[in-house]
């Protein structure tokens, strides 16, 4: 110690030496001087100008730590405001020795004095030691006060660099070193995974007992004969008349029938499906015989009218009428043949194409095709035509029975071609000789087929169980594959991939010996065919070729592109903005260059980057097929290849390295026009750049992703895309340029974070001390907080600008259209030129003279009157003025617009006049109201729907029409409908009056009166036509209005249908399906060619099915079936209900065995038809026509893809319009239906014209409210403008409807849909993306001359379910091969606007949504890390600047209100509005865009951007896609706030907080925390109205994730709801020990998910940990300086930065322990309660109770018993948590910091979310039960945790909501009737009195006694409720 004073003595000068000499005597023995008298810090090389500077910033900062840690005596003694005073004053009181000298006392003074001696320095002399008196001023704050730690030398952050380090320095790169040790060992984890993959048994194929054939018919006579009359009985055969034969159509009859039963006994089809082919060979031929004749007409047409355009077409007169008609006669001598070879070239296509690869392919053993048809059972027919219908045949035969392998198109190519190829005529069964038989199904389904399904069946699922209750079918999936099916386990698509590679396919293919199937000779391949060995070809580790990922892996592999692009333009604009702001980003201009060209060549830096990432995520998401397979030398050469070119991407790092150094070393910069200098280098490394960008964004790498070549559009189609994506980027890069990006790099200069460079870190010491130095540490993480946050809104906001971009384009395309026609388009009214282009486009071939509207246009015109009043639309006054004939009936019943048009003899005798919107309006007059919404316009109809009709069809005959198709040529059409348990018909006691349950005295209305309300003109309408018809039937409608007792049972029956036609049910779909057969006969008897022989047998039904898919229909109770059979009694010609059908097998019998089915199936399935004709039982189930067996359990997806897979061997004709049970159709649509069809016409045979899918609009009708109007806005949008652009653009898809497909082509990809279970549970899209994929001429258009209906969800509950499952379904999506080869093969611009149309638009929502929490969190940590209000001792805070709080303001006003908020808006509204604009007018539209925004529409949009962003996140990190059940009901139903109460006084969870917790309400509460803390940390000081705009923004959010549930919930703030939920409340969260708010956490919350690798690996705990390493290093950077004050604050300083939870954790590990033992102890005495452990999860998350918890076997519980509930630990375990964060947060404010005390509590509650993030890890985890008793703390702390965060947000939000009840109870007392809540909710201020219904019981109970329409697994398999993205 004297040692240590004599050194601090000989730094005193002389007259400070006498003052203190008795205080080192008397402090010699007790202190410890830490100071060793060494300078440890240097002067730097500076100029004299800039070591004063450094001068007087160290002696400040020594003032400011002294003034700082001044004791209480000191500060009593010593105070006041004048710090040369106090400083003055402590000198005196020490030197006095009246204070206790400490350690610190003496370091105190000694650097006083160092300071002082700094000063005289300067001023003794003439011109003073400037760099003496820097030394000692740098040397008393580092040396002294420091001990060494730091030296300020520096003039720029971070001002200070670390000599001596402490080993609390290396904590920070500790955490940080321990994360990347957790992220490489997740890595690896993967690998361990696959190595494990590979080692798996592949299962043998299971051997049975072979019986001997029997029973195989030796003769196909019988069914010939039946197969023959089905050809005679249809329109090709003359329908039973001779005389309407076509040519030679007995001849090709017998060939086709002799020909399929020939199949049938040689290769053992089944004969129900035999038959069903051949009526389907039928009807797709009729269809190309029309196409044929149709090809023959338009030549006439074209030739004669000498059209100038398509869309200028004249009437035909009478003699070109009659050259037509020559001509489809003509065209009938050899149509058969014609059209045959036409189906044989589009059907066979793609079967042709795989044929020549394979046969290309010399191991394969195939012979080329003009070899193969003269072998095999081509060889034994002669003649092209002949051999043509073979190969259709056996192609359709196979395709037909193959069940769900026709999910694998190419594999069905595999079995026809062995068919065709088996040699001889032989007789049954002999091909399957020696494979067993003596079973009852046909042997080409028990050998071939169902061997395959079963391999299918086994890789999803164990078995298929019956349930005992309702006798559906379970089925039940393999271990772990609840969630999603694993990424190595194979599918459909993997299957399929396999036989569409000849190599593979010859490899892989293998008999039960062992042996190659392809070494088998090629005539003999089919007879050997049922010895493959199915398990072992289809191995999932040998066929999987893409595994699908739910990892940000997957994700990066799929849109790589996207982001690199993002990246290049992103560090392309802020090193741009650098050379204007270069002192403003350190990081680009030190550590990136010196130089502009250097700095931009470090964007170069992002291609070794991309391909890092990018094949890291190829190998994760390639399968085994393409991984290593084995360990020999051409495996291992491939991948050292592999390697080698994948290490290419690190070039352009080697490259930049060569830049840097040779820049730092020679300083060639400065001579960059010189060749001599780096201008070579910088070459060089651009060009490579430029190659790694460029194969990155426009080159496909892998051979592997094009199976197919793509359809490539034209120059100018490519070219305009390009432009479309440089105008959009363009505009988002300026804006970004000179807003977001420079306003940032003004706010980084302004906030004087530390530099990044070589000369920061040989400032610093290098890069070790670099990176312990805690305030260059905390500056880097800001400044990557900033950048990150900056990137982070670059990349939302593209999506916005694309939208912005689409509906400018489809406002010009619409313009495009009409030929720039703008004038017209705007002034002309549509209305009055109905009957000229309707008469033109439609109607052509009807004769006319002297260019007047001719007669059938009359006819057809009153017809589309008539349905219009039929359905109510118009009143008995408007039906006169609509319609042409004078004497228009009103009184139109079903059978009147069934009835025959008037013929034109009887036409010319009625009185005829031009009906009043004929006749056409002033332009100034049609401007006024039709754009300034300025009333009705004379003679429409007042209904609104019915105007709509008619204004739509006015704006589709604008457009350019395709020419329709003469009937009877016209091609087959079959209108798909998928249903599971929707509403068939409503139901008076089940739905109209039926009234919720559980909710007390204040049920809402009726359903049947909000019917009568929202439809009240048609309503009466109704009634009036009832009244009417009734009088003049002799029946009595009662005039009782909405009194509904007072209507009778008949009467209700009318109702009913009323009621079904306006709700969204089956029978309002198939009501507006059929149409298209009323439509077609009309036009048959309109402009029908009558005279040919088609034309003299033609019936609608010939061109048009409507088939249902009702895969449940064999479980339907009485109603139903009832239901059905009324549909089938009013549509007799062409519907049909498709179905699957089931026989018991209680026990497997040899029959079962022999017949190959899988052993875990326990029943047979059948895929049924039935249609009107087929027979009742006394159930009213029909008996089906055909019942064609199944391979087995048809449902293995998620249920609609199957469904219509089961049901499309039933479609007919050409084309399918696959259409959900939601929709509907208006008549006057339907007459377009020929039109529609000519969009798929070939002008010349095999030029690709019918490869198309074709889309349409749809009307939603559901606007019904507030939220039923959102949707149907956002639905218009879509389904119009948007959808417009997307064709343009080349991103439109198949959306499952209204698309109208063809086919034949689509029977070549697998199928209308897809079916594997999860991933393809938006089923429709894939069908567009594989269309898309396959190429070759398939294009997919968009068309919005034609509607259709559509219902939407309309309450808030339903709305958000529905994008909850396209939200679930679009995660799928992104990690599909479909996607990932998309976005690697289509262009650039195609693949952008492909991404942003789909999956992009729901990642998009997630990064809009948390695009203010996250800028908000960097302003707080901003916030933070500024100076403290009054005490700082930070350096840079002593030097000065602006505040941050007023830089952030600044900066965050420019970037989110003027930038971001501006361009948010304008994408959210713009489509809508410019729609609406072109439809109704700007006034319409403005005034309907203020509607909603009155009704709160921003809330409900924020809050489903959140909902939409969670599911799509989640569904990537844990997967769960499923069909969730919305329900199409009127929202009139209010739901609870956490359940609700039962009728026998049970709790019954269920309500609003319960359904989105953890989505929205968590957030909204730590935003709220985050905004609060921004107020308290000075955010909002001094910032003026800057921060208006941000702080609306932020209120918006935190309001609609907190409330808009509640806002848009009916009846919500009725004070008696309010007091229940309070009760509910109260009991859900303390009944029975909290078991009720255990059992929902545990089911919503903890569901087995995913584990340890997943967590590290996913995005989300990435960004937590990056923000605890974040706010750890500010707080560690303010608080450093503590740990060289006192070791005693030393400790304090570890309980700030060390997480909360050591002694929660430790109590929680001391109740589980004492509630082990008093669990023993109440076993025995039987009072142990049931509880539910985290380790006895069920598959999908829900409690499973188990028998050991009553016998009391299990005694691993953490439950406690009744006389302790979890809300006491939850108490207990929060107080000790808030003790734990108050002790140390409370000294640190003792010392004065607040925003240091702020960021210790943002720490804080960091880590708890990081450890509870861990500990749900743990929980969830499936080797969480080994844990034993050792995890039971861990359960007990996040109960507690868990249970104490849902108890404060439930409050927040339900005490925030009171003072709105209270305004409603004070509404109610002074205003019964009115209700602002109802005005908000439904747009009308109250409704009729809510009175209590009596009504049926017993029916209601009847009715839903029936088996349950809903399974118990939710997947609502063949469910119809799809939407624009497939489901």
Request: glycine share 8%.
């Amino acid at each position: 110690s004297m040692s240590c004073n004599t050194q601090v003595w000989a730094h005193l000068n002389m007259a400070q030496r006498p003052t203190v000499t008795l205080l080192f005597v008397l402090q010699a023995y007790v202190v410890e001087c830490r100071w060793d008298g060494q300078f440890y810090c240097d002067v730097p090389d500076l100029p004299q100008q800039d070591l004063l500077v450094v001068r007087e910033m160290n002696c400040n900062q020594v003032m400011n730590v002294i003034m700082e840690f001044r004791d209480d005596e000191q500060m009593e003694a010593c105070g006041g405001a004048d710090r040369l005073e106090v400083f003055d004053c402590f000198r005196n009181y020490t030197r006095s020795g009246r204070a206790s000298v400490s350690d610190w006392d003496h370091r105190a003074r000694v650097a006083l004095d160092l300071c002082d001696k700094s000063w005289k320095a300067i001023t003794d002399g003439s011109t003073g030691d400037v760099k003496q008196a820097a030394n000692y001023a740098i040397n008393a704050f580092g040396s002294v006060l420091q001990n060494g730690h730091d030296c300020c030398t520096l003039l720029d952050p971070p001002y200070c660099t670390t000599k001596i380090h402490h080993w609390s320095d290396f904590s920070i790169p500790f955490f940080f070193l321990l994360s990347i040790l957790m992220l490489i060992m997740a890595s690896c984890m993967g690998c361990v995974q696959w190595v494990q993959n590979l080692r798996k048994h592949i299962p043998e194929e299971s051997d049975h007992p072979r019986a001997p054939i029997q029973g195989l018919p030796q003769t196909a006579v019988d069914l010939e004969r039946k197969l023959l009359a089905i050809w005679e009985a249809s329109c090709l055969g003359g329908k039973g008349k001779p005389q309407a034969r076509l040519p030679k159509s007995l001849e090709w009859g017998r060939a086709a029938a002799s020909l399929f039963a020939s199949m049938k006994v040689f290769f053992d089809f089944q004969a129900d499906s035999v038959c069903n082919q051949l009526e389907h060979l039928i009807s797709i031929w009729r269809s190309h015989a029309a196409m044929v004749t149709d090809r023959a007409i338009q030549d006439i047409v074209e030739d004669s009218q000498n059209m100038e355009s398509t869309s200028s077409r004249v009437a035909v007169d009478f003699g070109l009428s009659r050259a037509i008609q020559q001509a489809a006669a003509n065209a009938e001598v050899d149509v058969l043949k014609d059209s045959l070879q036409d189906l044989h070239r589009d059907l066979l296509e793609g079967f042709h194409l795989w044929r020549s690869r394979l046969a290309s392919y010399s191991d394969a053993g195939v012979p080329p095709r003009k070899k193969s048809i003269h072998r095999g059972i081509l060889a034994h027919t002669e003649g092209d035509a002949a051999k043509q219908l073979v190969e259709i045949s056996v192609y359709l035969l196979v395709w037909g029975e193959a069940g769900n392998v026709r999910f694998m198109p190419e594999l069905i190519y595999f079995i026809t071609d062995l068919a065709l190829a088996s040699e001889g005529q032989l007789a049954g069964g002999q091909l399957y000789e020696g494979s067993g038989g003596g079973g009852s199904s046909s042997l080409f389904l028990s050998k071939i087929i169902r061997p395959i399904y079963n391999v299918v069946f086994e890789e999803w699922y164990t078995k298929v169980e019956v349930d005992k209750k309702d006798k559906k079918d379970k089925k039940v999936l393999r271990d772990k594959y609840a969630r999603f099916l694993p990424p190595d386990t194979a599918n459909y698509d993997d299957w399929d991939e396999l036989f569409s590679s000849p190599s593979r396919m010859v490899d892989r293919v293998v008999l039960d010996d062992g042996s190659k199937f392809f070494d088998i000779p090629y005539e003999n391949r089919f007879a050997a065919l049922h010895h493959v060995n199915w398990r072992k070809t289809l191995a999932a580790q040998k066929v999987k070729t893409h595994r699908e990922v739910h990892a940000l892996s997957g994700v990066f592999a799929s849109i790589h592109r996207v982001l690199l692009l993002h990246g290049v333009l992103f560090f392309g604009l802020l090193v741009a903005a650098t050379d204007q702001q270069a002192p403003a980003l350190g990081m680009a201009s030190t550590l990136f260059g010196q130089s502009m060209a250097v700095r931009f060549a470090s964007i170069g830096l992002l291609v070794p980057l991309h391909g890092l990432l990018w094949n890291y995520s190829r190998w994760e998401t390639t399968g085994a097929a393409f991984r290593l397979r084995n360990c020999g030398a051409k495996e291992m050469a491939r991948m050292l290849r592999h390697a080698a070119f994948s290490s290419l991407c690190l070039i352009p790092a080697i490259t930049y390295a060569v830049l840097r150094i040779l820049e730092d070393s020679s300083g060639y910069y400065r001579h960059l026009t010189s060749f001599n200098g780096l201008f070579p280098y910088l070459v060089v490394h651009y060009v490579v750049s430029s190659i790694g960008i460029g194969v990155g964004l426009f080159v496909p790498v892998y051979a592997t992703d094009a199976i197919w070549p793509l359809t490539r559009e034209s120059f100018c189609v490519q070219f305009s895309r390009f432009l479309f994506w440089t105008l959009v980027l363009l505009a988002k890069c300026s804006l970004a340029y000179f807003g977001l990006i420079s306003k940032m790099l003004e706010a980084v200069e302004k906030l004087h974070l530390s530099q990044y460079g070589s000369g920061v870190l040989i400032a610093t010491g290098g890069i070790s001390s670099a990176v312990t130095n805690a305030s260059l540490t905390r500056d880097f993480m800001e400044e990557l907080a900033i950048w990150g946050c900056t990137f982070f809104l670059f990349i939302a906001d593209t999506q916005l600008w694309h939208i912005i971009g689409c509906a400018l384009l489809g406002v010009v395309y619409v313009f495009v259209q009409r030929r720039g026609h703008i004038r017209s388009f705007v002034t002309e009214d549509s209305g009055a030129k109905i009957p000229e282009r309707f008469s033109a486009k439609v109607l052509p071939y009807v004769p006319t003279a002297n260019n007047s509207v001719p007669i059938a246009f009359t006819n057809v015109w009153d017809r589309i009157v008539e349905y219009l009043r039929y359905e109510g639309k118009v009143t008995s006054r408007e039906i006169g003025d609509l319609s042409y004939c004078a004497a228009a009936d009103a009184n139109v019943t079903w059978r009147v617009v069934n009835s025959p048009l008037p013929l034109s003899g009887q036409t010319e005798k009625r009185e005829l006049r031009r009906p009043q919107m004929f006749r056409g309006t002033r332009m100034a007059e049609n401007l006024l109201r039709k754009y300034t919404h300025g009333g009705q316009l004379m003679g429409w109809p007042g209904n609104r729907e019915a105007n709509w009709r008619l204004h739509a069809l006015a704006r589709g005959l604008g457009l350019p029409l395709p020419m329709p198709y003469r009937v009877p040529h016209v091609p087959g059409l079959t209108v798909l409908i998928p249903h599971y348990g929707e509403s068939i018909l409503a139901v008076k006691d089940v739905e109209l009056l039926r009234m919720p349950k559980n909710q007390g005295k204040i049920n809402s209305s009726p359903l049947m009166d909000w019917l009568a309300d929202k439809y009240k003109d048609e309503f009466d309408n109704f009634s009036e036509k009832m009244t009417t018809t009734g009088h003049a039937r002799g029946s009595i409608w009662p005039r009782a209005g909405t009194d509904w007792t007072q209507y009778g049972p008949d009467q209700w029956k009318k109702l009913s249908f009323w009621a079904s036609m306006r709700l969204q049910t089956l029978f309002r779909t198939v009501s507006g399906m059929m149409l298209y057969h009323q439509a077609l006969q009309c036009h048959f008897e309109a402009q029908g060619d009558k005279r040919c022989k088609l034309g003299q047998v033609w019936d609608p039904s010939d061109a048009f099915t409507c088939i249902v898919a009702m895969q449940m229909y064999a479980f339907f109770s009485n109603a139903q079936y009832e239901h059905t059979n009324i549909m089938f009694k009013k549509f007799p010609k062409s519907m049909k209900v498709a179905f699957i059908d089931c026989d018991e097998a209680p026990e497997k019998t040899t029959v079962e065995v022999a017949d190959g089915i899988h052993e875990n199936q326990c029943r047979r399935y059948y895929s049924c038809l039935v249609d009107s004709d087929s027979p009742e039982n006394a159930q009213g189930r029909r008996q089906p026509i055909y019942r064609i067996e199944l391979p087995g359990y048809a449902i293995l997806g998620d249920g609609k893809g199957d469904n219509q897979n089961t049901a499309i061997p039933f479609t007919r004709g050409t084309y399918v319009q696959c259409i959900d049970a939601n929709q509907g159709a208006y008549f006057e649509q339907m007459l377009l239906l020929p039109c529609v069809l000519g969009e798929f016409r070939s002008r010349v045979p095999g030029d690709g014209g019918g490869k198309k899918i074709v889309g349409f609009p749809e009307h939603v009708t559901s606007d019904f409210g507030s939220i039923g109007d959102f949707a149907a806005s956002a639905e218009l949008a879509f389904g119009t403008i948007l959808q417009r652009a997307y064709c343009l653009l080349g991103a439109r898809m198949h959306y499952g409807h209204p698309d109208i497909m063809n086919k034949e082509y689509m029977m070549q990809q697998g199928g209308v849909s897809k079916a594997t279970k999860t991933l393809n549970l938006s089923e429709d899209i894939f069908a567009g993306m594989d269309f898309t994929l396959r190429g070759r001429g398939r294009t997919i258009r968009h068309r919005e001359y034609f509607h259709l209906a559509k219902g939407r969800d309309l309450g808030f509950n339903t709305v958000l379910a529905f994008f909850s499952k396209l939200s679930s379904g679009a995660g799928e999506q992104l990690l599909t091969r479909q996607t990932m080869r998309l976005g690697q093969l289509l262009p650039l611009p195609e693949f952008l606007s492909f991404y942003y149309a789909h999956m992009g638009h729901y990642l998009t929502q997630w990064l809009v949504s948390w695009g203010l929490p996250v800028l908000t969190l960097v302003w707080l940590l901003v916030l933070l890390n500024s100076c403290e209000d009054l005490k700082d001792l930070s350096v840079k805070c002593v030097v000065g600047g602006q505040s941050a709080a007023s830089v952030m303001s600044q900066a965050w006003s420019y970037i989110y209100a003027a930038n971001l908020l501006i361009v948010f808006l304008v994408a959210q509204m713009a489509p809508v509005f410019f729609e609406e604009w072109m439809q109704i007018g700007i006034v319409g539209a403005l005034l309907h865009l203020l509607k909603q925004l009155l009704t709160l529409s921003p809330l409900m949009f924020i809050f489903q951007a959140k909902v939409i962003g969670f599911y799509t996140m989640n569904e990537l990190k844990f997967g769960g896609a499923s069909y969730v059940a919305t329900g199409r009901g009127l929202p009139t139903e209010r739901r609870p706030f956490i359940g609700a109460i039962g009728d026998s006084g049970e709790l019954i969870p269920g309500g609003l907080y319960l359904d989105y917790a953890r989505m929205t309400y968590y957030d909204g509460v730590n935003l709220l925390g985050l905004i609060l803390l921004v107020v308290v940390a000075g955010g909002m000081d001094d910032t003026g109205p800057q921060l208006i705009g941000i702080l609306v923004s932020l209120s918006l959010v935190t309001c609609s994730w907190l409330f808009a549930p509640f806002i848009f919930n009916p009846y919500q703030f009725r004070p008696l709801c309010w007091m229940t939920d309070l009760k509910v409340s109260l009991r859900f969260f303390l009944e029975d020990g909290g078991s009720h708010w255990k059992k929902w956490f545990v089911g919503d919350q903890l569901k087995n998910q995913r584990g340890f690798r997943a967590t590290v690996l996913d995005f989300g705990f990435s960004l937590q940990l990056f923000w605890v390493f974040a706010i750890f290093s500010s707080l560690n950077a303010r608080t450093v300086v503590l740990l060289q004050i006192s070791e005693n604050w030393r400790g304090w300083y570890w309980t700030l930065l060390v997480p909360p939870v050591i002694l929660p954790t430790a109590l929680c590990a001391v109740f589980a322990c004492l509630g082990r033992v008093g669990s023993s102890v109440l076993q025995r005495r039987e009072v142990r309660k049931e509880r539910t452990p985290y380790a006895s999860l069920g598959p999908q998350g829900e409690p499973v109770s188990h028998s050991s918890s009553e016998d009391g076997s299990d005694d691993e519980g953490a439950w406690c018993p009744r006389s302790c509930p979890l809300i006491l630990y939850t108490f207990l375990v929060m107080g000790l948590m808030i003790v734990e964060i108050y002790v140390p947060l409370y000294w640190l404010y003792s010392v004065g910091w607040k925003k240091a005390t702020l960021t210790a509590l943002l720490l804080k509650t960091f880590w708890l979310r990081l450890y509870e993030s861990l500990v749900m890890t743990a929980i969830r985890s499936s080797c969480f039960k080994n844990f034993g008793c050792f995890g039971r703390p861990l359960e007990l702390w996040l109960d507690s945790f868990c249970m104490a965060r849902d108890l404060t947000v439930s409050c927040i939000i339900f005490f925030t909501l009171t003072p709105l009840v209270m305004m409603s109870w004070l509404s109610e007392c002074i205003c019964p009737t009115f209700s602002f809540h109802h005005l908000l909710i439904y747009r009308q201020p109250g409704h009729s009195a809510r009175v209590d219904l009596d009504y049926d019981e017993e029916s209601l109970s009847s009715y839903f006694s029936r088996p349950s329409l809903v399974s118990d697994e939710r997947d609502l398999e063949g469910s119809s409720d799809s939407d624009e993205t497939g489901f």
